[in-house]
Each structure stands twice: as C-alpha cells, then as structure tokens.
C-alpha cells in the first residue's frame, strides 16, 4: 500500500498574507497584521460555535439588535470576540458590527489606517438546529486625512460602495471552518482551519465560479410579496419553457455565508430579493451585500441588486441600510436581469 501523498507543501493563510505582502514592496505590514486579528477571531468563534451545545452557550441572549434581530447567546460572544481582536491589533481604526447600533471607534489608535465590518455570526437564527453560520467581514483603507490624534471620524467614511472595499470574506463554521478572502483587483482563496495545528490551510487556491448550475437558492416563503418579474423568473427556473429542459434544482440553507460558499463552489444563483414586505430587502449591504458582492465577482460572478445596479456600486445611506441582492454564476444572474427587463 502506498504511503498516504502527504502534501508537505503547506501554504498556510500566515504564509499566504506574506508572500502576499511582499508583491507591495509600499507596504508597511499593518494590513498583514489587521489579518492576523481577523484569522485570531474566527479561530475563537469556531472554537466557540463547536463548544455551543456543551456549555449552554445556543438559544437567545434575550436582547435584539438594531436591526430587530433577536441576539443569539453566539451572536453577543462573537461580537464581542470581533470587537476585542479588532481592537487588539492596532491597526483598525473604527468598526461596523452587524450587533452594535453605532460604529464603535478605536480612539486609542489614532494612526489605525483601516475600517472593518463585520456580521460576527450569520445565520445564526440557524444555530441551535447545528447548521452551519459564519462571520462575514470587510476591510477599508481609510484616507490619510482621517489619520491623527483628536481626529473623531464619523459612520460617513464607512457609507462607501463595496468598490472601495480593500478586501473581503467571510469563514464558514461547517464541518470544518472554511475561510474564504479576496482583495481587491485579486483572485478568491480558500482556506480549511486544520484543528490540530490551529492553522488555516490553503485549499481551494484561485476559486472560479462556473458560468450557469441549475441550482437556485432563495426563501420560496416570500414568493407572494415579490414583484411580478420576480416571480416570473422563479417560474421560468421551475416550469423550463424549452420542451426537454430539466427545473432546477432547489438549494437553501438559511444561511448566507452557507449558501454563498456552496454557490461558489457549485455554481447557481442566491437571491434574497427586495419585496412588499421588505421593499429595502433584507440582507445588510455593508457587511453582508458588500463583501459578498466582491467575492463574486473576483470569482467571475455577477452580483446586483433588486433594480439590476451592480451591488458593488450601491451605497448605504446609514451603516445597517439594506438591499435585494441577486448573486451567482454570470449566465444565472444575466437570467435575471433578462426577465428584469421585459418587465421595467
Ligand atoms: P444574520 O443571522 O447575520 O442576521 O443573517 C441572517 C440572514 C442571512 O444569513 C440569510 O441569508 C437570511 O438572513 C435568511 O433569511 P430568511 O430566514 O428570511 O430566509
Ligand atoms: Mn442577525
Ligand atoms: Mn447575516
Ligand atoms: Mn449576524
């Protein structure tokens, strides 16, 4: 029997921002260090999220948020995880989480040159029926005026596209945790969090979207408060008008970070439109639209919103503003925007 091919070629998410590092000779280590914080929280989130069940830690924490979720016990604990390693690493100047009403500054570094938002636990309406959340994340380079001491800087430089995005991604806690991260103008990496070593480990390197899957991901529950195209195109996916053409398959998990990852891997569409009931939509665009919107399209994705704007572009008028979001393979979102069209 042959001996196991251990892969000893490691590329380690620590080596990885490195090497990444050294293709910006300008650079002066913050944002490789701001990483090293992010990849510090999610190692504590999964550790917790695993634990969950053991230690009393699933059900509600009894308080809602901002936006009018109920706080999960999980939600608190990775907030405040988040919040402590942001603040640790020094190079984070001011932060969005989806669990704190108002942007929560780091005044005690005043030269911090980044912004970060955050959804510490999404899904986690999921967590106590063991499915998978995650912790999406987005990172802004701030302007050099922002920077120095007694400067207060408002939620105003946090109301940006996700075109001014520097980098973005989010970690799946699933079997394993699955770490996925972009920077801007670059490709898509994945990462598995190996338990034993406590590292991320490179395993999905340059992730591509295939251009069409005939898998669709939305919440069916909402069909009668969409607008008429949007029920249309849903229809077109179930009832093929082309005799012979297979319906597609349906895929929702609940989660977005979830079904993002799987839509990545497989191909296929996610959508969570804007509605009657949620005219603004539902999903948060600084840090659940955004970020995800840039995974997408460095994998050869599309992403819009509910009127067909490139999400990238769209800007949030406060720091929980929302947004319809269509997401996916580039010939599954032209779908959309197709039907969109007959019908505006
Ligand atoms: P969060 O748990 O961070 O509040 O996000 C929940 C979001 C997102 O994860 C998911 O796609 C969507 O809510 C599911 O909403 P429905 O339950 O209305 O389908
Ligand atoms: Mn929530
Ligand atoms: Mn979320
Ligand atoms: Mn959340």
Redesign the pocket.
């Known amino acids: 029997v042959g001996q196991e091919n251990i892969n000893t070629d490691i590329v380690t998410l620590t080596r990885f921002l490195t090497e990444e590092q050294t293709k910006y000779p300008a650079a002066s280590g913050d944002f490789t260090l701001l990483c090293h914080a992010l990849q510090f929280s999610f190692k504590s989130i999964a550790y917790y999220i695993r634990r969950a069940s053991l230690i009393n830690l699933t059900g509600l924490a009894g308080s809602s948020n901002t936006?009018g979720?109920d706080q999960k016990k999980l939600d608190v604990i990775g907030n405040d995880i988040f919040i402590s390693a942001m603040r640790g690493s020094g190079k984070c100047r001011i932060l969005v989480s989806?669990e704190e009403e108002d942007v929560i500054r780091f005044d005690e570094h005043p030269n911090a040159r980044y912004a970060v938002v955050c959804?510490p636990?999404?899904?986690?309406?999921n967590l106590d029926a063991g499915v998978s959340?995650g912790t999406i994340f987005g990172v802004f380079q701030l302007p050099d005026s922002a920077l120095g001491a007694g400067k207060t800087i408002g939620p105003e430089v946090l109301l940006s596209p996700g075109t001014e995005l520097v980098a973005s991604g989010f970690t799946m806690y699933g079997a394993s945790a699955q770490l996925v991260i972009t920077m801007r103008g670059g490709g898509v990496n994945g990462f598995t969090l190996e338990n034993s070593l406590g590292e991320f480990i490179l395993t999905h390197p340059n992730m591509q979207l295939p251009a069409k899957r005939a898998i669709y991901s939305v919440?069916e529950?909402?069909s009668m408060y969409w607008d008429e195209w949007c029920k249309q195109y849903l229809h077109s996916l179930k009832y093929p008008a082309v005799e012979g053409e297979k319906p597609y398959s349906a895929r929702?998990i609940?989660?977005?970070?979830a079904?993002a990852y799987r839509t990545l891997l497989y191909g296929g569409i996610f959508a969570?439109p804007a509605d009657s009931k949620s005219p603004k939509g539902?999903?948060r665009i600084l840090y659940?639209c955004a970020p995800m919107a840039m995974l997408f399209e460095n994998a050869g994705g599309l992403a819009v919103n509910s009127r067909m704007e490139r999400l990238m572009e769209v800007v949030p008028e406060h720091i929980h503003d929302r947004s319809g979001v269509f997401l996916g393979s580039k010939d599954e979102v032209q779908k959309v925007i197709d039907m969109y069209n007959k019908y505006n």
Do not use: Q
């Open positions: 936006t979720d989806e959804d636990i999404d899904g986690s309406s959340v919440n529950g909402n929702y609940g989660s977005m970070v079904d969570y539902k999903l659940e």
